[in-house]
């Protein structure tokens, strides 16, 4: 699949954003005033600024309001519904927090709730394709939930974020392993594309000289010959160093801005990996994967 | 609305016999020429005339080599196109609506209106048969030619999709894969038609004919007894003679 900038910053900021969000509606990292200032207004910035990268995507952004009318059947519209509920219900949380300097545990937990399932719609948007077997499997809303635990408990600056860190970088080494099969394991070939099996079938032309849309929305090879290379600098720059600056560095602001920093690049080379690797079926009729 | 409506009694869909087809590729240029000019956005082209021209189709033919089990290497042209499938992905994941089945023919189709060229769809489908447009920014399929096959401005025999009309062979058929009374259901029975992918559960209304096994010379050479002379008469008697000498 194309690792198009727009739905890597989309999927990694918005993770990101309502993972911290979660953590402070939960009352993880209490904070008021200035300070819920600082950390209500990150975990927004990341989630707008997330889900305003995803309109870069459209054809048609000026339509993308319709996206929230199908939410009986699309994860799409359940994740635009998603996000905008948790944002405005998290809204009165973050404002007593700032203003009255006062936690609203309930209301604050509920709001908590919906901003993870929100990073379970958006992962269930891969999840869901049959046609992308890598992504069709309970480890994506895994690993998705994963990187915004993590990420949110780094952000929030809580104790136990170099454990969920290094967590997250064993549950990434596991879900770059077990996806490597996943194709194989489903059983589909050109023989099955075509229905010309029993003997060896190949393709010998393709219907067109240049390139298509096809072929690069959902055909992408380049790069791969670094994955190796590029699985352990995620792995290492996700989870790896930021809980080491988180150990070894003392308690603070400039440690967890350098870990957070590396673990957003980390974030994203595993993002960029998510796309680049994964095969579409449709590869089987070009004889390319 | 998304949601797939109950299965349709009527099942409008294609037969295309790989048997038959010689990959002349005039029912992709029927194609683009028909939706060029009537329903939803013509399908437009990028840098047509330049170095890396590109555009958008809704039927493109493979080819593909088989070698069958002890035979010799043959090709088939392969056209693909939507297959309308019954349990359509394409349809369900589509945020917007924009994306539907018609519940009375069971027709995939795209309202293009309300499309905001997402591309989840062509992600969902697993044959290849939707493609954004790069021009007009939305998805654009096979629409089994919607503004032909009920088009009483047409006469009769153009009332059928434009592939279909044009194929130079027949390899292409047009009809109710619902009825299996219709002459393409009973094409479907008697000559094995296939599904496409069939692992991936959608349920493609169009079917595929395989193309036909291949008779087998007995003999490597078959003009040999014909070198095997046998002389008779005078040339025979002159045979035997020398033979002995």
Known sequence: MHPAPSVIIFSVLTGLGFGLLAMLGFGLAPATGWAAVVTYGAGYALATAGLMASTFHLGNPQRALRAFTQWRTSWLSREAWASVAAMMLMAPVAASAVFAGRLMPVLGALAAVLCLVTVVTTSMIYTQLKTVPRWNHWTTPALFLGHAIAGGALLAGLGNAPVLLLLLGLFLALTFRTGDGRFADRGHTLATATGLGGGSVRSFAPPH??????????????GRKHAVKLRTLSILLVSVLPALVLLVLPAGLIATLLAAVLHLIGAFIGRWLFFAEAEHVVGLYYGLR | MTSLPPPSDKKLGLVIDLDIC???????????????????????????????????????VHSYEITPEGGVPQLVHFPKSCLHCEDAPCVTVCPTGASYKRAEDGIVLVNESACIGCGLCAWACPYGARELDQAAGVMKKCTLCVDRIYNENLPEVDRTPACVRTCPTGARHFGDLGDPDSAVSKLVAERGGMELMPEQGTKPVNRYLPPRAKDRLEETAPLAPLLDIQATGFAGWLDRLLDRI
Not at chain 1, 209 to 222: A, D, H, K, Q
Not at chain 2, 29 to 57: H, I, V
Request: glycine fraction near 14%; hydrophobic fraction near 35%; proline fraction near 4%.
């Open chain 1, 209 to 222: 000289t240049g390139s298509n849309y096809l072929m690069r929305e959902m055909i992408f090879v380049v």
């Open chain 2, 22 to 60: 010689v990959g002349c590729h005039a029912c992709v240029t029927a194609c683009k020429g028909w939706n060029d000019q009537g329903y939803g956005a013509p399908l437009s082209d990028q840098d047509a005339w330049g170095a890396n021209p590109s555009g958008t189709f809704l039927n493109r």
